[in-house]
Nanobody
Framework: QVQLVESGGGSVQAGGSLRLSCAASGNIYWTSCMAWFRQAPGKEREGVAR????????YYADSVKDRFTISQDNAKNSLNLQMHSLKPGDTAMYYCAADFRIGGYCDTEPQYWGQGTQVTVSS
C-alpha cells in the first residue's frame, strides 16, 4: 500500500509554469506505473500523463504533449509533473496515482490516489 500527497499547485497566468510533486509513503520502485490525472469542474476526469517504472516509457494526453513532462524519482519516492505554457484550459484539480499490478492500469483506474492539488490558470 502507498499513500500519495501532491503539492505544487497554485494560480498562474497563461503562459506560465508550475511543477507538481507527489510524495509517496511507500517505495515506488515496486510500482508498475504512476500517473497524473486532472478533473475540472463539470468535466470528467482525464489522464494527463503516465510513466512506467520499468523502462521509463511515458505517455501524454494530446492536450498537454510538448508542454508537460512527467518524471519519477525512485530515490526520493516522488513523481513530478513539470508544466509549461499553461493555458486556462489546464485549470483543474490534479491527482497523482500509482498502480502495482502487473502491466499497470495507469491509463484507466490506478489502485492508489492522492487527494489532489489545485491548478488555476488565468488569461
Amino acid at each position: 500500500q502507498v499513500q500519495l500527497v501532491e503539492s505544487g499547485g497554485g494560480s498562474v497566468q497563461a503562459g506560465g509554469s508550475l511543477r507538481l510533486s507527489c510524495a509517496a509513503s511507500g517505495n515506488i520502485y515496486w510500482t508498475s506505473c504512476m500517473a497524473w490525472f486532472r478533473q475540472a469542474p463539470g468535466k470528467e476526469r482525464e489522464g494527463v500523463a503516465r510513466i512506467y517504472t520499468r523502462g521509463g516509457d511515458t505517455y501524454y494526453a494530446d492536450s498537454v504533449k510538448d508542454r508537460f513532462t512527467i518524471s519519477q524519482d525512485n530515490a526520493k519516492n516522488s513523481l513530478n509533473l513539470q508544466m509549461h505554457s499553461l493555458k486556462p484550459g489546464d485549470t483543474a484539480m490534479y491527482y497523482c496515482a500509482a498502480d502495482f499490478r502487473i502491466g499497470g492500469y495507469c491509463d484507466t483506474e490506478p489502485q492508489y490516489w492522492g487527494q489532489g492539488t489545485q491548478v488555476t490558470v488565468s488569461s
